[in-house]
């Protein structure tokens, strides 16, 4: 089911299947979208509700917002003790990686008596959206709040659709439960977006907004944007393979399925300098598909967004893979580290035949929300840097403002600001004058 | 001309004032922008030249739209060498403070085998707007281009609109030519920005595009975001003084009006513990005004949007502060470096009364493309983080895969992902066999 994708030095077709598989913002949903944040900013609470009501059948109201600590410990009950030392294990693993992001504020003390630097500071609120149904996936959860908490933020909240029955998946209360998040409002779509974005009198501001959802939710987090900062707009996952001719096919297909059946826009391509692989990879794809569930979500998006490119040297692989700039890149070439340098684009990378992608969706310890689509050329992953923002600051010395006087007020008065370089030059009127 | 603003503890209405002077962007704007955008995917160039010609009146074409040798030539012959070197002083000063900012590689070696780590790779292509007319201003150029450079970005390209003459601003050539740029594309608007996010025949696709412009220009980014990255949507300028009984009511009268210089919706806020200052600072802001070029833009603003804030003390200044959080605090208290606790939120931060704002706009060396409108609270300066992205990656030996398995397959099958549980059995499969 694997087709070879004939690589003639141009990946323009690829690429452009590659990155354009994000769905298309019709008209009809930014239309709608708009409609339902103007209705939240204006109504508060009561756009809030009603949206609730129509769009996911729950009867929500100021009373029944909030998951209450019953709800929670209900929940939590039906979790074995295996689960929850699974979270927490994975838990450690994300803190131990992403604690190396920490510390960015820094000084300078220069000799001449002025002071500079940047102050870090943790972002106070900020709400976690996680889709309702099948989608709703713990390690994301933890994915998404380790760096927040790392970072320092004070609030995190959480924000999820409820079906009529108000139940929030235990498995989710459990993944919040580890990562210490008690407060979590049962609302979802684009109505929950705005309301965390705008604030109502149920549901407070928050300063960013992170986590997956689906269409209405990710334009609603663009129209917010700026009003709140955001994570970014993912689109469908994706694996890049590159292999050499000593790689393991069995490990290849078992790899490529593994990124294809989470949907079938997702997208699964590897790039090897032997063509022999290719036909056990592909034979090997056939034999184990048969035994997974997902086989025909991972069946569809093999033959639709998958495939085989052949090149004449490992170099060759690396810069077709930065042309792509993939999400997930597996290293399975001998000396797989000795590879770093060569790759410029790649959202999280896989080194060697042990580090297969989904143990990095885990525990691996790096972050598995990560830029799709080719937009690892200018996003990063998920880090403790999304939840800090800077302050830079100065201090000068009197004598040092009048080293830069006369250059300053130069510079402001070409650009035509005045009243900038009366503000260098008013505080050395006094000298003037006893001059 | 400075209205006293009556603080009860509570801003609610001068925070929706400061951070509600965004122009909100109407549906007609967002309409026609969205057809530019979509006319420039569709029909590339021929859109391109036929927009820069309806609104602009220049009759660009694929032999017209760069800035040629001889044109930046001739325009750097009317800067006299002064000017060069204040432009060069300042891109050192910018330069050094920015230096700071590099350095966010890292890696791990456990004992275990386990490496993990984190590569800070720079963009590789960014666009720099630059809008026309009497808003061009090459500090600004300056202040972008300079943490790009220091990132490692190969290529930084300019945009800017120009009239029929097809003349670009001879202050902007040189700024851009201490920064080492020399391809100028001489468009500008939602076009030019469509251009550098989608690519056309003539204009490179960036990964990113930075700098300020007006409603259309900031629209497009909007709309473009996703597609490449974008700086930031920035609004109207403000300061905010917080200076004790002792501070100089000259300097402060003088640090409001530069900023107020900029536009009528610029904001100037003073919090102080004495009512006195209020009443000299007005004096002195009623004084100075007079002899200023942009005395009626001054006034206008600092009468909607400047204002004074009496508190009870220097703790609770700073808790105003941070509620608002200004895009420039100026501190002018006693022991000012000994405030920086307390301070959460601000773009940059101006400490003592010889560190006055315009010389941030300018020459202390921390940047000038800053959050505005409250949005502080999320959101960093410009810095060489901004032009750099990450990629993380892990190298897993064996026996620690091993020791992960068990976890892994029970966490992937938890959410229904057996494909990825199977990815990391398949593994061991031989092992269970010999078994």
Request: aromatic share 8%.
């Amino acid at each position: 089911m694997l087709k070879q994708i004939d690589y003639q030095g141009s990946l323009e077709e690829v690429a452009n299947k590659f990155q354009g598989r994000k769905a298309e913002v019709s008209e009809e949903v930014n239309k709608s979208v708009q409609e339902i944040v103007n209705a939240i900013r204006k109504e508060g609470d009561s756009a809030l509700f009603s949206y609730a009501k129509k769009f996911d059948g729950y009867n929500a109201d100021k009373n029944n917002l909030l998951v209450t600590r019953k709800e929670r410990e209900e929940g939590l009950e039906k979790i074995d003790e295996n689960y929850f030392r699974i979270l927490r294990r994975t838990k450690s693993q994300i803190e131990e990686f992403h604690k190396h992001q920490l510390g960015n504020s820094w000084s300078i003390y220069k000799e001449n008596g002025v002071i500079m630097g940047q102050i870090a500071r943790p972002l106070e609120r900020v709400a976690l959206y996680v889709p309702g149904g099948t989608a709703a996936y713990p390690s994301t959860v933890i994915m998404n709040a380790v760096p927040a908490l790392l970072a320092g933020v004070k609030e995190i909240i959480m924000i999820t659709p409820v079906k009529s029955d108000g139940q929030v998946n235990a498995n989710i209360l459990a993944a919040a439960e580890v990562c210490g998040i008690e407060t979590i409002y049962k609302v979802g779509g684009a109505q929950a977006v705005a309301a965390v974005a705008y604030g109502t009198d149920s549901i407070p501001k928050v300063d960013k907004i992170v986590g997956p959802g689906n269409i209405f939710v990710a334009t609603a987090k663009k129209i917010c944007y700026g009003m709140v900062d955001i994570d970014m707009i993912a689109g469908p996952s994706e694996v890049l393979v590159i292999a050499d001719e000593k790689a393991n096919p069995k490990y290849i297909a078992a790899d490529l399925m593994a990124q294809a059946e989470h949907d079938k826009l997702a997208s699964a391509i590897l790039v090897t300098t032997s063509e022999s692989l290719v036909q056990k990879v592909d034979e090997e794809l056939e034999k184990q598909v048969q035994s997974l569930e997902r086989r025909e979500i991972i069946e569809s998006s093999v033959s639709n967004y998958g495939g085989a490119i052949v090149v004449k040297s490992i170099d060759e692989a690396f810069e077709v893979s930065n042309q792509l700039a993939p999400e997930h890149l597996e290293v399975l070439t001998s000396a797989p580290l000795a590879q770093l340098p060569k790759i410029k684009n790649a959202g999280s990378i896989f080194l060697g035949e042990y580090t297969p992608e989904p143990l990095g969706d885990y525990m691996s310890g790096s972050n598995h929300v990560l830029p799709t689509g080719g937009t690892a050329k200018f996003y990063s992953g998920l880090g403790v840097y999304n939840f800090v923002k800077y302050s830079t600051y100065s201090y000068y010395p009197k004598e040092i403002l009048a080293d830069f006087q006369e250059d300053v007020v130069t510079f402001a008065k070409s650009e035509g600001l005045s009243a900038h370089a009366n503000s260098i030059s008013v505080r050395f009127d006094d000298e003037k004058k006893e001059k």
